[in-house]
Nanobody
């Protein structure tokens, strides 16, 4: 049974930083494309960042977080991270980790689609105060 467990969320002031973690079990973690999504109240779930399988050399970000967020992975720990710097109130959302059970590499036509991912975590709340 695949499990993704996020942690690291919390309340932070604008301009601050948080590091989210997602611990995976029940899958061959190193061979999975991994991603982060977020969902603000009253809004649809939106793509944030993705990282290729294996070395994680390839990454992709939504425009609103480029230069502020960094996605990384540690295959030895079966964990993917999202380092979030220069946080803004509009970053407030529940952040979800997702795993693609089939793809290993980012495909620009599909990477941001919720339906592309087979496994999801329960989410962790990030609140940025102004």
């Amino acid at each position: 049974q695949v499990q993704l467990v996020e942690s690291g969320g919390g309340l932070v002031q604008a301009g601050g930083s948080l590091r989210l973690s997602c611990a995976a079990s029940g899958l061959t973690f190193s061979s999975n494309l991994m991603a982060w999504f977020r969902q603000a109240p009253g809004k649809e779930r939106e793509f944030v960042a993705a990282i290729n399988a294996w070395s994680g050399a390839g990454t992709y970000y939504t425009d609103s977080v480029k230069g502020r967020f960094t996605v990384s992975r540690d295959n030895a720990k079966n964990t993917v991270y999202l380092q979030m710097n220069s946080l803004k109130p509009e970053d407030t959302a529940v952040y979800y980790c997702a795993a693609d059970g089939r793809a290993q590499y980012i495909h620009l036509g599909r990477v941001s689609d919720v339906g592309e991912y087979d496994y999801w975590g329960q989410g962790t709340q990030v609140t940025v105060s102004s």
